[in-house]
């Protein structure tokens, strides 16, 4: 399970279906957070997470 405290708005989040998308709000309770993927923000939980990668590093 990722630790959803240190994402950040921007990252690139990974789901564990294979979709990925843009964090655009972290509800800042460990458990849930907003992803734009395509058009659409979805409410995303820890445990459908593949993985994230901080884009500022890039």
Known sequence: MIDLYSVAKGDL???KDGRSG???QNMEDGQ???VKIDK???L?????I?????????
């Not at 995303?44 to 459908?48: A, F, G, L, T, Y």
């Not at 994230?52 to 890039?58: A, D, I, Q, T």
């Open 13 to 15: 989040v990974t789901l």
């Open 44 to 48: 995303v939980h820890s445990q459908d």
């Open 32 to 34: 849930w957070i907003e």
């Open 22 to 24: 843009i964090c655009t």
């Open 50 to 58: 593949a993985k994230v990668k901080n884009l500022e590093s890039f």
């Open 40 to 42: 659409d923000i979805d």
